[in-house]
């Protein structure tokens, strides 16, 4: 019993730590991965990510990533720009609702196109302490030529100190599923 106890108080440590600031003032470049369901050909790239806070409940984001795959020379640019809400529910955790544009320009040589859609999304972000922050969410994905996807998100960010972190994103949907692993500039 008394191990049990001592273990479940090692596990709570993190959540009586000192909350942490939740900050929507970032900038994030990174590796960038989209795996297309139904395709043994990934995509790989960079991308850049940002989002800045409007007072004290709303905030801007946007991102944009440049893909190429790996068998076939096929590039795919994701381009995201949307407006979220967040409402404090402790000192260390956010609920967050985001709607966002989306666009997916496809260059394949011979064919080339865009897709035009949108996604709205629900989460939580929490801080662990000081160092340790985690997003945890459910979207839809809904638009030209996208029949409509629930995906789930979960991201890590660990703060190197006030400035600077390392971010870790996975988006698991139906149709795709998208990763993104780099440094973080909050400001």
Same mark, same amino acid.
């Given at each position: 019993? =008394? ?16 909350? $942490?600031? #939740?900050?929507?003032?970032?900038? +994030?470049?990174? *590796? ?12 790989? $790239? ?17 991102? @944009? ?5 790996? #068998?076939?020379?096929? &590039?795919? &640019? ?5 407006? $979220?809400?967040? @409402? ?12 966002? *544009? ?30 340790? +922050? ?11 030529? #996208? &029949?409509? &996807? ?6 890590? @960010? ?15 949907? +139906?149709?795709?599923? +998208?990763?993104?692993? $780099?440094? =973080?500039?909050?400001?």
């Amino acid at each position: 019993m =008394r191990k049990t106890l001592f273990a479940l108080a090692l596990l709570a440590l993190p959540l009586a730590a000192n909350a $942490g600031e #939740i900050s929507y003032n970032y900038g +994030e470049l990174g *590796y960038s991965q989209l795996n297309i369901k139904g395709s043994s050909n990934d995509a790989d $790239g960079v991308a850049f990510n940002g989002s800045a806070l409007l007072g004290d409940q709303f905030f801007i984001y946007g991102g @944009h990533g440049r893909h190429e795959t790996d #068998i076939a020379s096929v &590039d795919l &640019d994701l381009t995201r720009l949307g407006f $979220g809400w967040r @409402h404090g529910l402790s000192s260390s955790m956010d609920l967050v609702l985001n709607a966002n *544009y989306l666009r997916l320009d496809v260059d394949a040589g011979v064919f080339r196109g865009d897709v035009d859609g949108y996604e709205a999304e629900i989460g939580l972000r929490n801080s662990f302490g000081q160092r340790f +922050e985690t997003t945890v969410a459910l979207g839809y994905t809904n638009g030209d030529n #996208i &029949d409509g &996807d629930v995906y789930a998100k979960l991201s890590g @960010h660990y703060k190197f100190n006030k400035n600077w972190g390392l971010v870790a994103t996975a988006t698991v949907a +139906e149709g795709a599923n +998208e990763y993104l692993i $780099g440094p =973080r500039l909050r400001f």
